[in-house]
């Protein structure tokens, strides 16, 4: 059974910093693209950052860029996400994706292959 479990998130204050953490069992990470993906309230999923392999540059939104960092260990089955210079609108519930490799077409395709987290809930207020 493959889990993906998310830990890390909080409340914080503007320009603050957190780090998501994404804990996959069940699966093996380096077979995966490994994503985090995004959903504020009212609003529809977005996707943040990805990296494909570990030795391929990762891929941010645009609206990230600069302020996160993702960061993979294949011999932890682990992704990361350091954040820092928080902003409200990055107010959100933050989703750990496992999309399979050789099915996605690009770093933010979903396909209905991937493995999603139960998500964790990061808060930035004013």
């Known amino acids: 059974q493959v889990q993906l479990v998310e830990s890390g998130g909080g409340l914080v204050q503007t320009g603050g910093s957190l780090r998501l953490s994404c804990t996959a069992s069940?699966?093996?990470?380096?077979?995966?693209?490994m994503r985090w993906f995004r959903q504020a309230p009212g609003k529809e999923r977005e996707f943040v950052a990805a990296i494909v392999q570990t030795e391929i540059n990762p891929y941010y939104a645009d609206s990230v860029k600069g302020r996160f960092t993702i960061s993979r260990d294949n011999a932890k089955n682990m992704v990361d996400l350091e954040m820092h210079s928080l902003k409200p609108e990055d107010t959100a519930v933050y989703y750990c994706?496992?999309?399979?490799?050789?099915?996605?077409?690009?770093?933010?395709?979903?396909?209905?292959?991937?493995?999603w987290g139960q998500g964790t809930q990061v808060t930035v207020s004013s």
């Open positions: 994706n496992a999309g399979p490799r050789t099915l996605i077409k690009g770093p933010t395709d979903e396909t209905k292959y991937d493995f």
């Open positions: 069940g699966l093996t990470t380096i077979m995966y693209a």
